[in-house]
């Protein structure tokens, strides 16, 4: 158990939809990592958040978003889904601390979302 | 380009036999490297990870892995697998500048025969 926790687990949605995946970090980490895995793209890193802001954008699309809030969890945003979307949404936390030069990344157990 | 790669799709041992999973980047300067691995249905476990020191870097689950600068490389190793060790495995890279996410392989996905 990394200490990272994602909820739901799974999540089954219709094209056109909008869905919200959350994640607590581990006790004490400032940065939250989100990664979308999928059997074309592999994985690939979508956003970062340290400390409530946002640090570093990657793949990300813009019909997805994300916020990190006061608690520490974040939470990421996906509208007007497509097929495509499908995939296995993973979140990360890391400390953040010392200018991040020796992170480590920590992945909760994923969310796996379908859409049909 | 920067980039992480993981030339084999997949490797299949039997149990007991050792283990061997490569992984190569291309990056300017020496990153940050880290094997991460993926039981089915599971999210993504730390191995190991290398920052500097010692190239020779041991993990979890009786793992290791050896950092070899010349040939860009940082292989997997095991002496003896076991039938729980099948999986995915994921080498990933930290670049240590710009943006610090973690770019990865492709994965080994790692079949043990009995």
């Known amino acids: 158990d990394s200490g990272v926790t994602q909820t739901p687990k799974h999540l089954i949605t219709a094209t056109g939809q909008r869905v919200t995946l959350r994640c607590s970090p581990r006790?004490?980490?400032?940065?939250v990592y989100w990664y979308q895995q999928s059997l074309d793209q592999g994985l690939q890193f979508l956003i970062q958040y340290y400390n409530g802001e946002e640090r570093a954008k990657g793949n990300i699309l813009e019909r997805f978003s994300a916020q990190q809030f006061p608690d520490l969890h974040s939470e990421l945003n996906l509208s007007s889904l497509e097929l495509g979307d499908s995939a296995l949404y993973f979140c990360?936390?890391?400390?953040?601390?010392?200018?991040?030069?020796?992170?480590?990344?920590?992945f909760g157990p994923g969310t796996r979302l379908t859409v049909l | 380009a920067q980039s992480v790669t993981q030339p084999d799709i997949h490797i299949t041992v039997s149990e007991g036999a050792s283990l061997e999973l490569r992984c190569n980047y291309s990056y300017g300067a020496t990153p940050y490297l880290f094997w991460y691995v993926q039981s089915p249905g599971q999210g993504l476990q730390l191995l190991l990870k290398?920052?500097?020191?010692?190239?020779l870097v041991q993990g979890i689950k009786g793992f290791e892995a050896e950092f070899k600068r010349s040939q860009s490389s940082f292989n997997l190793r095991k002496p003896s697998v076991h039938w729980s060790d099948a999986a995915e495995y994921f080498c990933a890279v930290d670049p240590l500048t710009g943006r610090r996410a973690l770019t990865f392989g492709s994965g080994t996905r790692l079949q043990v025969q009995p």
């Open positions: 290398y920052f500097s020191g010692d190239t």
């Open positions: 990360a936390s890391s400390p953040g601390t010392s200018g991040g030069l020796t992170d480590t990344q920590y």
């Open positions: 006790s004490g980490d400032l940065s």
